[in-house]
């Protein structure tokens, strides 16, 4: 079973399962109100959920609810704290990485997942984590769209995402660039009893 609110995501889930001849399915739902019964999964896995999320807790504890006794989630996420972006003004890329956490709820979700499990009950079994590293093709209009709200937001200069945008491009032209964000993952099971 999936579930995402967005029926766009539904849509291409589906596309996806089928074309993978899988016996997936999918409703539409939202973290804090999962359409099931309790205690009717084995397993729940959720990726880059957390960091939407304004309350984490409760999502936890819904995926708790639903799990069996002894059942097992596996929380994966985004710490936006770590993205790096190189080359250009460390200091004018802070400014911008701050203004961007700020305006998402829980963008720095990959650090507390282990925490709220723990809350929650759950017993943990294994954590990793990994650098995301873009091509900077597929960066690029996150990058653009990064730099236009920071100077909406006035944390930087014309000046200063000019001069940024003019150092990533000379660095992509050279090859000296690394544009990454890490992700970490944890496993948890919830004790038999
Ligand atoms: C980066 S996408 C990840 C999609 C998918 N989980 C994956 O791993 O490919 C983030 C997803 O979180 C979903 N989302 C946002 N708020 C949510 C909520 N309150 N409950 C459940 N999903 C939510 C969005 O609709 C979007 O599909």
């Not at 596996?74 to 190189?86: C, E, N, S, V």
């Not at 507390?112 to 009950?121: E, I, K, N, Q």
């Amino acid at each position: 079973m999936g579930v995402d609110p967005n029926p766009a995501m539904l849509a291409t889930a589906r596309e996806r399962a089928a074309a993978a001849g899988a016996q997936a399915r999918f409703v539409e739902g939202d973290a804090y109100h999962l359409p099931f019964e309790d205690n009717s999964f084995d397993v729940v896995r959720c990726e880059r959920v957390y960091q939407h999320l304004d309350d984490p807790t409760a999502a936890t504890a819904e995926i708790a609810r639903v799990l069996r006794p002894g059942g097992r989630a596996l929380l994966i996420d985004t710490d936006w704290q770590t993205a790096i972006l190189h080359p250009g003004d460390p200091a004018v890329v802070a400014r911008m990485t701050a203004a961007m956490l700020e305006a998402t709820p829980n963008a720095k979700s990959g650090r507390s997942l282990r925490g709220l499990l723990v809350a929650a009950g759950f017993v943990i079994d294994d954590m990793g984590s990994e650098a995301v590293i873009w091509d900077p093709v597929t960066v690029r209009p996150m990058f653009d769209q990064l730099g236009r709200r920071a100077l909406a937001d006035g944390v930087i200069t014309q000046q200063e995402r000019d001069d940024l945008t003019a150092a990533i491009d000379a660095g992509i032209e050279i090859g000296d660039y690394l544009l990454s964000v890490t992700m970490f993952a944890v496993l948890a099971h919830l004790p038999p009893h």
